[in-house]
């Protein structure tokens, strides 16, 4: 495939692509907001000031640009960043953890990979440097930054196996675009190499910038106020669940011989258009249910959490939700969805449990289980035995809290590695 027949591919499939974004905005209704900005159309200009573009396309991402957004605003005091997403629930996310920046962060949706689309945003932002965050491999978006003289680096990059034999069934497009990003901070040398041979030439490995995200002091506080709430019932978090992953859970948790006496389960879904969805599958199993929305958030309210099943249907309390829990299973590695980032339930000396597929994140999570953080088990039977085992064994699940704390400390560092090299071509 050329980029000819890749664009005209997009301007094929726009209006079902326009009609998909509406038909989600039903639940989410941010789907249906800025519709403009991903067609190229924006208000009036900002004021000239030196901007860095830093794209991170939904929550995970957004939050893991948080240590390198705030080392680039430090660095360069003048500067301006433009924080960019596709999805709405990373634009929530960008607000809630950059707004107190005021005007020197400022949000848009990127426009659709369109010659035209990206044509019109890159000449309303004039960005300095267009910063793509792990896996963002936009072919005009890069063809575009040529032509504008704009350098692109790919940060806290990450290609798996299964991405790079995607990316390779592309062929030319994809070389071309790998071989026009200026440079690349990979994650691994594994990800640097399959980085590589997709032809990128300037790749360094920093390490994942994820290391470097820390808990703010307000979600800790809102953890241990949730903990008061919880009391002392052994509490297992499933975090960042995917669909279908919760039906296993519930059904293992069902069926599972002597729980500690008033475990709790919290699920805590990984896209809140699904949290009545989930409400749904508890109250059909007969579980009693709470939502984290019911709790009232003030010192005065010691209401107790005395329901089978607490939902976390919050936005960006996953730290908060971290802190308050005894053990954490990470989702999206019950089923082949990839896993999701296990590395802040680690930072937070929480002991860890993952499924079979973690192709995402695979790297990390073998260091994890080596260094003994983490414990990946083959079922949802086998994942509900190993934390109600990690529930009632203190000893234990301190030492692998421990040992997951210590082996996400060793790893910190990557953001500052990854400014330094970014410094290189924003000079």
């Known amino acids: 495939m050329n980029r000819s027949l890749y664009s005209l591919l997009w301007w094929l499939a726009l209006p079902l692509v326009l009609g998909r974004l509406w038909w989600r905005g039903r639940k989410e209704p941010g789907y249906r907001r800025h519709i403009g900005e991903r067609l190229g159309f924006y208000g009036a200009r900002l004021p000239a000031r030196r901007t860095f573009m830093v794209h991170a396309v939904s929550v995970g991402e957004t939050r893991a640009a948080e240590p390198l957004v705030e080392a ?12 960019t997403h596709m999805t709405p629930t990373g634009r929530a996310t960008g607000a809630a953890l950059f707004g107190k920046h005021g005007e020197r962060v400022v949000q848009s949706f990127l426009p659709y990979d369109t010659g035209f689309m990206v044509r019109r945003f890159l000449r309303h932002f004039r960005p300095r440097v267009c910063i793509l965050m792990e896996t963002e491999v ?26 790079l034999r995607r990316g390779q069934r592309f ?11 200026t440079t690349v901070a990979a994650q691994t040398d594994d990800d640097a190499q399959r980085i590589r041979s997709l032809g990128a030439s300037q790749v360094a490995v920093t390490g994942s910038i994820k290391f470097d995200v820390l808990p703010p002091e ?3 506080t809102k953890g241990a106020w949730l903990r008061a709430r919880i009391g002392a019932r052994p509490t297992f978090l499933c975090a960042s669940t995917r669909d279908g992953e919760e039906e296993l859970i519930l059904d293992a948790w069902g069926r599972l011989a002597g729980k500690p006496a008033h475990a709790l389960l919290a699920i805590v879904p990984r896209h809140p258009q699904r949290f009545d969805e989930v409400a749904q599958l508890v109250a059909a199993r007969g579980l009693s249910l709470q939502r984290r929305s019911q709790l009232i958030d003030t010192t005065e309210d010691t209401a107790g959490v005395d329901a089978d099943v607490l939902l976390g249907d919050s936005m960006g309390e996953m730290f908060a ?4 829990c005894d053990c954490a299973f990470i989702g999206g590695s019950l089923l082949p969805l990839g896993g999701q980032n296990l590395i802040e339930a680690c930072a937070l000396g929480k002991p860890v449990l993952v499924g079979e597929h973690t192709f995402n994140f695979l790297d990390a999570t073998n260091e994890a289980v080596a260094a003994g953080g983490a414990v990946r088990v083959a079922d949802a039977d086998a994942l509900v035995a190993q934390a109600a085992h990690l529930l009632r064994d203190t000893g234990a699940r301190a030492a692998m ?9 060793r790893h910190r560092g990557a953001t500052l590695r990854t400014v ?6 924003i000079a």
């Open 321 to 324: 939700y971290y802190a308050a």
């Open 420 to 425: 330094e090299l970014l410094q290189r071509i």
């Open 138 to 163: 936009w072919p005009n978006l890069i063809a575009g930054c040529a032509c504008e003289k704009v350098p692109v680096a790919l940060v806290n990059a990450r290609l798996s196996e299964r991405s």
């Open 171 to 181: 062929g030319g497009i994809m070389m071309d675009a790998a071989r026009a990003i």
């Open 218 to 220: 307000a979600a800790l």
């Open 72 to 83: 680039l605003l430090a660095r360069w005091p003048d500067c301006r960043i433009l924080l």
């Open 401 to 409: 809290g421990s040992q997951a704390a210590a082996w996400a400390g």
